[in-house]
């Protein structure tokens, strides 16, 4: 793919996903109402992955991508699949023991759906920014387990809060996972989902099918608008996510 480019595409994309200023980009179909090619994206989206980094092994579907259907009914044990609830704002892999560096979603199909946007918060336009990540908690050890679906056997500990070579914020976070150790901790998560929920610098926006999102996951937040409930729902993500290369 990166030779049909002359050999730009690599350097490009990664110009943008490790650039503090951009960190996240958006590619997609031309043409929104033609059929999509599912089998294609699959591969788009792999070979994007593979011009970026290292995809991670993901536990929950045996494979370097995770597919997975989001449906009317659900007794799944993730938010990931409840289409009628809020997806709060959060990163990838916080309860993985790999690098997540960046992330991709792909949505391969979509029916009788209405609602839905996905939401982005970049870490700098984040009005608590300075305030919480300068609390002593956040640079805490956290402690962050998974649901069986997941197939995660372990749990890890980590900070929300860290710093990149510049002394920048970087964060670590979603809601559903940590399992603070005292008051403090869980007071701590409280103001930070809060806020974050509250932020008046959201990014709201529609994704079509055949559409990617590319995101640096240190310092882009993502999460999902609840979906209108209709019976006939039908939507499956395709997720790839991992470390960017070292050169």
């Known amino acids: 793919m990166n030779d049909i480019a002359s050999g730009k595409l690599g350097n490009f994309i990664n110009s943008i996903l490790r650039n503090r200023n951009t960190g996240c980009f958006i590619f997609g179909p031309k043409n929104i109402s033609s059929k999509i090619n599912q089998i294609f994206l699959i591969k788009l989206s792999t070979a994007i992955s593979y011009l970026i980094g290292n995809p991670n092994h ?7 991508y995770a597919r997975f259907d989001v ?22 892999g916080t309860y993985i023991k790999e690098k997540t560096d960046w992330l991709l979603m792909s949505k391969l199909e979509e029916e009788n759906v209405q609602g839905g946007e996905t939401s982005l918060l970049h870490l700098d336009d984040w009005e608590h920014l ?20 997941k197939n995660i ?18 964060i670590s976070y979603i809601d559903q996972f940590p399992e603070p150790k005292n008051m403090e901790q869980g007071l701590f998560l409280q103001k930070l989902s809060d806020t974050l929920e509250e932020s ?18 240190y310092f882009w937040l993502h999460g999902r608008k ?22």
């Open 226 to 247: 609840p979906f209108k409930e209709n019976k006939n729902l039908s939507r499956e993500l395709l997720r790839i996510r991992g470390s960017f290369f070292n050169n």
């Open 58 to 64: 993901d536990s929950m579907a045996g494979k370097y």
């Open 153 to 170: 056997d372990y749990k890890v500990e980590h900070p929300v809060f860290f710093e990149d070579e510049e002394g920048r914020a970087q």
């Open 71 to 92: 449906k009317h009914e659900d007794n799944s044990d993730s938010y990931l699949r409840k289409a009628y609830i809020n997806m709060d704002l959060h990163t990838d």
């Open 130 to 149: 300075n305030e919480l990540f300068k609390d002593d908690v956040g640079k805490q050890n956290f402690i962050w387990g998974s649901p069986k679906s």
């Open 200 to 217: 008046k610098k959201k990014i709201i926006i529609p994704l079509s099918v055949g559409s990617a999102l590319v995101a640096n996951n």
